[in-house]
């Protein structure tokens, strides 16, 4: 087989896969060598449902011995199978890399022998890369569960970044629809990578770091029944326990049918949505897990946003004066984001800010206005309530969607596309 | 009588000007390149043809540097890249409210003598980081090149980036819209004027890899979610002709 004929297929089975990072690394480069790794990550380019290439992500083979029923490349599936010689691959990264194509490699494959066999084959195409090409640039390895220290020593020492999949919020959905897989053979590298990257932190003298852009996790949400709630607890718990740098939500894409495995339902992308939301919450916003769903809500409203419905919840705590309060508050405030509440306070320095003077700093009103007050005065007309803010803040998608027949409650609750581009950029 | 400015349109140009007015203390009618034509000139004012002096564009960015800022300068060099219509008063007045504020003048974000500066400053920076990830290079037979078509002129803006990145390989960045192109040749890069670049073939494997990048590029899309409205927010059409993946 042509290696053009396995990159085809060999993407198309990473593709399901969300994580394409690139940011966050501070490695030295190899001298002499091509590349480098921009602190900022770069998007190359942007596939028509508009999702952004960094990496090259592939697989470097989908033969798999497992039969997990959500995975296209399960080995019931009879699917077109491929595999890269670890040379092939090499080649082929660094001559997109050339061309400015891609930011690096994002690898990962389906399971041949075992764990351990597959990995020594993923470093051996890595090493290629950074040895012998003497490529400077980004890489990604999905470790296998189940892989020894040793393998993921030699792994983490050539790659800037680590992660292995939770899969399934639970373990027992992990029962259910990946028998073949432990949470233990999860938790157990991910905690030993842990140890490694806090190791070779503290080593101020070793020029080899360990993974220096951390580690990270995806999830695949809406194929078992694990509420909101459990699922960003669990990323509560591996960001503060396991010091994972993002845990990526992937909603549940039916590829396989399969009795165990839920009918799909409408919006699974708007719950995917709430989640990343969610997320950011929770890594710079610097809210607790339990603040954004309790026992009563256990799910996230596909009305508001996390933040809102929040605030909304806690009315008391509004509104708030932008003239004085102090950062972290400012940044509970729904439509104000990180970068409106830093730009709030470096103009604030300056002068006192009016309403008026919020559009000039290009802070987006839209929600913001309801729950704040600028030298004293309200920024809309209407009477401060829960009640009256929350028909006034669902006012704005009803037009917009006016259009549509009560029979189609997906095409409703699809995120525009700007929110879409907020889950990423983190201005909620 | 108010003075109306002409210069050559190279940034040492505009800072000489703007060196000329401040000694002057008069307020100038208007600051303009020469290719833009004199259209634009008010009829009743004096005009001043001045050409880059390098001793006053030193003084004039040592200035800038030591008695505003640092920050002040760079938004000063992204903003006139952006070649916006009337970026050169508008830079004039911000320097000027400089001059009275310090470097406070960059937290001014509602005052209308800052706003054009920054939002274009903004967007010069912005363009050139998306950039970054936008050129598309071939291997014309061991040169790397690429022709790009930005809305600002980011060629200063990219070039250390790819500087670092490709610092071992030899390359030509193309801006089409300007006739400009920067050369680097594995130590040194210029950016030099061009009027069409011949480059003799392209390597054996050139196609094959364009041709499986493509065919690549196709198969990552979720036919499921698909959403070109989102994809051109992202990847606007005014940038495609020059993204292999999309010729």
């Known amino acids: 087989m042509e290696p053009?004929?396995?990159?085809?297929?060999?993407?198309?089975?990473?593709?399901?896969?969300?994580?394409?990072?690139?940011?966050?690394?501070?490695?030295?480069?190899?001298?002499?060598?091509?590349?480098?790794?921009?602190?900022?990550g770069i998007c190359h380019t942007f596939t028509a449902d508009g999702r952004c290439i960094s990496l090259l992500k592939v697989l470097l083979t989908n033969n798999c011995i497992y039969d997990c029923a959500?995975?296209?490349?399960?080995?019931?599936?009879?699917?077109?199978?491929?595999?890269?010689?670890?040379q092939e691959l090499a080649d082929i990264t660094i001559n997109f890399y050339k061309r400015n194509y891609i930011e690096g490699l994002f690898l990962s494959s389906g399971v041949v022998k075992n764990a351990d066999f597959t990995m020594e084959l993923m470093v051996r195409a890595v090493r290629i890369l950074r040895q012998d090409h003497l490529f400077n640039g980004y890489i990604h390895i999905k470790a296998i569960p189940g892989a020894s220290q040793e393998v993921l020593d030699e792994a983490g020492?050539?790659?800037?970044?680590?992660?292995?999949?939770?899969?399934?919020?639970?373990?027992?959905?992990?029962?259910?629809?990946?028998?073949?897989?432990?949470?233990?053979?999860?938790?157990?590298?991910?905690?030993?990578?842990?140890?490694?990257?806090?190791?070779?932190?503290?080593?101020?003298?070793?020029?080899?770091?360990?993974?220096?852009?951390?580690?990270?996790?995806?999830?695949?949400?809406?194929?078992?029944?694990d509420t909101d709630k459990q699922i960003i607890s669990l990323s509560e718990n591996m960001y503060t326990g396991m010091n994972l740098k993002r845990v990526y939500y992937s909603s549940y894409i039916?590829?396989?049918?399969?009795?165990?495995?839920?009918?799909?339902?409408?919006?699974?992308?708007?719950?995917?949505?709430?989640?990343?939301?969610?997320?950011?919450?929770?890594?710079?916003?610097?809210f607790k897990a339990d603040e954004l769903l309790d026992e009563e809500h256990p799910?996230?409203?596909?009305?508001?946003?996390?933040?809102?419905?929040?605030?909304?919840?806690?009315?008391?705590?509004?509104?708030?004066?932008?003239?004085?309060?102090?950062?972290?508050?400012?940044?509970?405030?729904?439509?104000?984001?990180?970068?409106?509440?830093?730009?709030?306070i470096k103009a604030r320095r300056a002068c006192a800010i009016g309403v008026d003077d919020l559009k000039k700093l290009g802070i987006v009103m839209k929600r913001a206005r309801f729950f704040i007050t600028a030298k004293g005065k309200s920024a809309f007309e209407g009477r401060f309530s829960g009640r009256v803010i929350s028909a006034r803040l669902l006012d704005a998608p009803k037009q917009r969607y006016e259009q549509l027949s009560l029979f189609k409650p997906e095409a409703v609750l699809l995120p525009a596309p700007e929110d879409t581009l907020k889950s990423i950029t983190g201005e909620l | 009588m108010q003075k109306s400015y002409v210069y050559d349109g190279t940034f040492e140009g505009y800072l000489t000007v703007l060196y000329d007015i401040f000694k002057s203390g008069d307020e100038p009618a208007s600051i303009c390149r020469t290719d833009t034509g004199s259209a634009t000139l008010n009829l009743f004012s004096d005009e001043r043809h001045t050409a880059a002096e390098e001793k006053k564009y030193m003084l004039m960015k040592k200035a800038i540097i030591e008695k505003?800022?640092?920050?002040?300068?760079?938004?000063?060099?992204?903003?006139?890249?952006?070649?916006?219509?009337?970026?050169?008063?508008?830079?004039?007045?911000?320097?000027?409210?400089?001059?009275?504020?310090?470097?406070?003048?960059?937290?001014?974000?509602?005052?209308?003598?800052?706003?054009?500066?920054?939002?274009?400053?903004?967007?010069?920076?912005?363009?050139?980081?998306r950039m970054l990830g936008f050129v598309r290079f071939a291997d014309a037979g061991g040169i790397y090149y690429a022709k790009i078509n930005p809305d600002a002129n980011i060629l200063p803006v990219i070039i250390p980036h790819f500087r670092t990145r490709f610092g071992s390989q030899k390359?030509?960045?193309?801006d089409v819209v300007r006739n400009l192109a920067a050369f680097y040749d594995g130590g040194k890069c210029a950016i030099k004027p061009v009027e069409?670049?011949?480059?003799?073939?392209?390597?054996?494997?050139?196609?094959?890899?364009?041709?499986?990048?493509?065919?690549?590029?196709?198969?990552?899309?979720?036919?499921?979610?698909?959403?070109?409205?989102?994809?051109?927010?992202?990847?606007?059409?005014?940038y495609r002709g020059n993204i292999t993946e999309f010729r």
């Open chain 2, 196 to 238: 069409s670049l011949e480059l003799n073939g392209a390597a054996d494997d050139e196609t094959k890899y364009a041709d499986m990048w493509k065919a690549y590029f196709k198969a990552m899309e979720i036919k499921s979610r698909h959403n070109s409205k989102l994809q051109q927010q992202l990847i606007p059409k005014k």
């Open chain 1, 157 to 225: 020492l050539l790659a800037d970044r680590l992660s292995i999949n939770m899969e399934l919020p639970s373990d027992s959905g992990l029962k259910l629809l990946a028998p073949d897989k432990k949470m233990a053979d999860i938790t157990a590298p991910m905690g030993h990578i842990k140890e490694k990257i806090i190791e070779s932190k503290a080593d101020k003298f070793s020029r080899k770091s360990f993974a220096p852009a951390g580690q990270s996790t995806q999830l695949i949400v809406g194929a078992t029944g």
């Open chain 1, 254 to 286: 039916h590829v396989n049918n399969d009795s165990r495995l839920p009918v799909p339902v409408n919006s699974p992308l708007l719950r995917e949505h709430r989640l990343y939301q969610a997320d950011w919450l929770l890594r710079f916003y610097k």
């Open chain 1, 70 to 86: 959500y995975c296209i490349n399960r080995k019931s599936n009879d699917i077109k199978r491929a595999a890269f010689t670890p």
């Open chain 2, 171 to 174: 390359w030509i960045i193309h």
């Open chain 1, 4 to 40: 053009a004929e396995k990159l085809l297929i060999l993407g198309e089975s990473a593709k399901y896969d969300v994580s394409c990072s690139s940011s966050g690394t501070d490695r030295a480069g190899i001298k002499g060598g091509i590349g480098s790794a921009a602190k900022a």
């Open chain 1, 299 to 344: 799910n996230f409203d596909t009305r508001f946003d996390p933040k809102a419905a929040w605030a909304l919840r806690h009315m008391e705590q509004f509104p708030v004066e932008i003239n004085t309060a102090d950062y972290e508050k400012l940044l509970r405030v729904p439509g104000i984001g990180v970068r409106s509440a830093q730009r709030i």
């Open chain 2, 68 to 129: 505003i800022s640092a920050e002040t300068f760079e938004n000063t060099v992204h903003a006139f890249l952006s070649e916006m219509p009337d970026i050169e008063m508008h830079i004039y007045r911000y320097i000027n409210t400089g001059r009275e504020k310090g470097n406070d003048v960059n937290k001014l974000l509602a005052d209308d003598n800052v706003i054009p500066v920054l939002r274009a400053a903004q967007r010069v920076k912005h363009e050139g980081h």
